[in-house]
């Protein structure tokens, strides 16, 4: 079996999940920011859209360097609407699926480093950083988005089960 058969259907899952909270997010609320520390709504869900993005180089190469020395460091793109973010995300996710799909296991187990300024910050095999860094890191910003979402007195979806706001 592929490592890659796996993944997909928590890949299905997780991404269905997470669209569901993305597509709650109005327009008028891309601002909004629970403290001063925090990231604004709007950068928040276009950080885990990113994600994805970060899944496809993650497959793609065996490194990346967000601020090599001499080039210009990674800049996340912006979403100005919801509408503009769930394009983001829909292509993203697609691009991600396919890639993941296609992956064979001696490549899901090759190493990869993340880099900053040409230092490894770490280097694990890719599926490891599929799992951690990406879904998790994926999952995680989504229960944030979730409290921005009930602090915001907006309807939270059920995720894994019901919310007090809708059933399963």
């Given at each position: 079996?592929?490592?890659?058969?796996a993944?997909l259907?928590e890949?299905?899952?997780?991404?269905?999940?997470?669209?569901k909270?993305?597509?709650r997010?109005?327009?008028?609320?891309?601002?909004?920011?629970?403290?001063?520390?925090?990231?604004?709504?709007?950068?928040?869900?276009?950080?885990i859209a990113?994600?994805?993005?970060?899944g496809?180089?993650?497959?793609?190469?065996d490194?990346?360097?967000?601020?090599p020395?001499?080039?210009?460091?990674?800049?996340?793109?912006?979403?100005?609407?919801?509408?503009?973010?769930l394009?983001?995300?829909?292509?993203a996710s697609?691009?991600?699926?396919?890639?993941?799909?296609?992956?064979?296991?001696?490549?899901?187990?090759?190493?990869w480093?993340?880099q900053?300024?040409?230092?490894?910050m770490?280097?694990?095999?890719?599926v490891?950083?599929l799992?951690?860094?990406i879904?998790?890191h994926?999952?995680?910003?989504?229960?944030?988005?979730?409290?921005?979402?009930r602090?915001?007195?907006?309807?939270?979806?059920?995720?894994?089960g019901?919310?007090?706001?809708e059933?399963?």
């Amino acid at each position: 079996m592929k490592i890659s058969d796996a993944l997909l259907p928590e890949f299905d899952q997780e991404m269905a999940n997470t669209r569901k909270c993305l597509a709650r997010i109005p327009d008028d609320k891309f601002s909004y920011k629970p403290h001063p520390k925090s990231f604004d709504m709007g950068a928040l869900a276009v950080h885990i859209a990113t994600m994805l993005d970060w899944g496809v180089v993650t497959l793609q190469s065996d490194s990346f360097d967000y601020a090599p020395v001499g080039g210009q460091p990674y800049v996340a793109p912006v979403a100005k609407n919801n509408a503009e973010l769930l394009a983001m995300f829909d292509k993203a996710s697609a691009q991600f699926r396919a890639g993941l799909a296609a992956m064979e296991n001696e490549a899901m187990m090759k190493p990869w480093s993340l880099q900053a300024g040409g230092k490894t910050m770490f280097t694990m095999p890719k599926v490891a950083v599929l799992r951690g860094m990406i879904f998790n890191h994926i999952v995680h910003h989504r229960g944030q988005l979730s409290v921005y979402l009930r602090m915001c007195d907006i309807p939270v979806p059920a995720i894994y089960g019901p919310s007090a706001d809708e059933a399963s």
